[in-house]
Every structure is written in C-alpha cells, then in structure tokens.
C-alpha cells in the first residue's frame, strides 16, 4: 500500500524560505512521478511541482518558478520541496501525492498525505 507523508512546513515571515519532504513507502514508484500540489481556503488544489522518479524530470508551475526546486533523495525515497522568496499567496496546506507523468492535475495523483500547512506572513 502506497503511503506518502508530509513535513516541514510553519511559519515564515515573506522572503523567508522552507523545505518540505515528502517521505514515499509501499508500492512502486518507478514508473510514476511525485508532485506537490496546495490548497489555499477556498480555494481548489492546485498544481506546484512534479519530479519523475526515474530520471529526475522536473516540472514547475509558473508561478512558482525560480523559487521552488523539486528534487528527490532515492535512498530514503524522500521527495523535497525548497521553497524561497515566499509570499503571502504561497499560504496553503501543501499535500504530495503519486501520479503517472507526465499528468500534472490533481485529479491525475493519488495516495495524497495528510498535507503541511505553510503560512507567509506580511
């Protein structure tokens, strides 16, 4: 059985920086990608990062991009999030979950975590 859980998340002042890991067990992952994805109140989830897990491929969404690095660590099956130059509109739980790349919508990723709240303040 395929379990993911999250980590790492807080609170940091604007500007400032986090990394978030993802810790992967169960079932296989060598076909599939990892993504980060948030949800903001009222807000649907969206889509942040993805990294395929053979190869290392990564994928941004645009607002995120050069501030967030996806990578991964295959020896602890550990996928991270580093975060810098957080905003305010960074604010949501962020939740990792498995998905088949090169598909980035959340509909698309299963075996979600418990997620991470990450609040910026102003």
């Known amino acids: 059985q395929v379990q993911l859980v999250e980590s790492g998340g807080g609170l940091v002042q604007a500007g400032g920086s986090l990394r978030l890991a993802c810790a992967a067990s169960g079932g296989t992952f060598s076909s599939y990608a990892v993504g980060w994805f948030r949800q903001a109140p009222g807000k649907e989830r969206e889509f942040v990062a993805a990294?395929?897990?053979?190869?290392?491929?990564?994928t941004y969404a645009d607002s995120v991009k050069g501030r967030f690095t996806i990578s991964m660590e295959n020896a602890k099956n550990t996928v991270y999030l580093q975060m810098n130059s957080l905003k305010p509109e960074d604010t949501a739980v962020y939740y990792c979950g498995r998905g088949m790349p090169p598909a980035i919508r959340p509909k698309d990723f299963g075996s979600w975590g418990q997620g991470t709240q990450v609040t910026v303040s102003s």
């Open positions: 990294i395929r897990w053979s190869g290392g491929t990564t």
